[in-house]
């Protein structure tokens, strides 16, 4: 996302993708154009929401539904998946507080002017996302 001259990022970290997506809709409908909602992981990973899908019952990995990895690695191999597995987030063992971006792992992004940055702010804010 590029800005232009005089506007300004605003980026909140939301713990689901439901209250991230009502942040980005009600950003939009107060007339932000510029709003984006995106996941975040650790790993270089891509994203795949056909495979990682908990609704469909699409998830090829055991991996897949809690780091949003796609069950296929970019070199055909399957050892990455193996390692990403095992990794306590995915696993249930481990640091309780051990996650992505502190828990929030949807991240909606507005590009604004810096007049309306508060209000931007608010919204997200209204919705569960930490600034």
Do not use: W
């Not at 001259?5 to 154009?33: C, I, N, T, W």
């Not at 792992?105 to 931007?120: I, P």
């Amino acid at each position: 996302m590029q800005l232009n001259p005089g506007e300004r990022s605003v980026l909140a970290y939301f713990p689901s993708s439901s209250s991230a997506r009502k942040a980005a809709q009600e950003l939009k409908e107060m007339g932000y154009d510029t709003v984006q909602v995106d996941r975040i992981s650790r790993y270089g990973a891509a994203n795949n929401d056909e495979t990682d899908d908990p609704v469909g019952g699409g998830a090829g990995t055991v991996s897949g539904l809690t780091l949003f990895s796609s069950d296929v690695s970019p070199d055909g191999g399957a050892g990455e998946g193996i390692l990403r597995a095992s990794d306590p987030s995915a696993s249930g063992y481990g640091d309780v507080n051990y996650g992505v971006a502190g828990g929030k792992a949807f991240l909606v992004t507005v590009a604004t002017s810096e007049g309306n940055a508060d209000e931007a702010t608010g919204i997200m804010e209204k919705h569960g996302g930490r600034i």
